[in-house]
C-alpha cells in the first residue's frame, strides 16, 4: 500500500512540473481595447494581466476598486 502511494504521490509530482512548464511557455497576447480606454487605469490593469497573474492577484484587485468605489458613491 506505502508503495501505492509513493508511486502515486511521484506521478503527480511529475504532473505537476509537466503543467507548470507548459503554463511557462503560454503567451498571451494583449488585448487590444477601444482607443477611448487605452488611457484609463482599467486599461493599463487589463493590458498588464498575463498567465503569471494570479486569481489571488485579481481578488485583490477587484475588492480595491469595489471598495473604492463604494467610498466615492457614499
Known amino acids: 500500500m506505502l ?3 509513493t508511486e502515486l504521490t511521484d506521478v503527480c509530482q511529475k504532473v ?4 507548470k512548464e ?3 511557455r503560454i503567451e498571451i497576447k ?3 481595447l477601444p482607443k477611448e480606454y487605452q488611457d484609463t487605469k482599467a486599461g493599463a490593469w487589463l ?3 498575463n498567465n503569471k497573474t494570479t486569481s489571488m492577484m485579481l481578488k485583490k484587485i477587484v475588492v480595491g476598486v469595489t ?3 463604494n467610498y466615492l458613491m457614499s
Open 47 to 49: 493590458q498588464k494581466i
Open 22 to 24: 507548459e503554463n511557462d
Open 67 to 69: 471598495l473604492m468605489n
Open 30 to 32: 494583449p488585448y487590444n
Open 3 to 5: 508503495t501505492f502511494f
Open 16 to 19: 505537476g512540473q509537466a503543467l
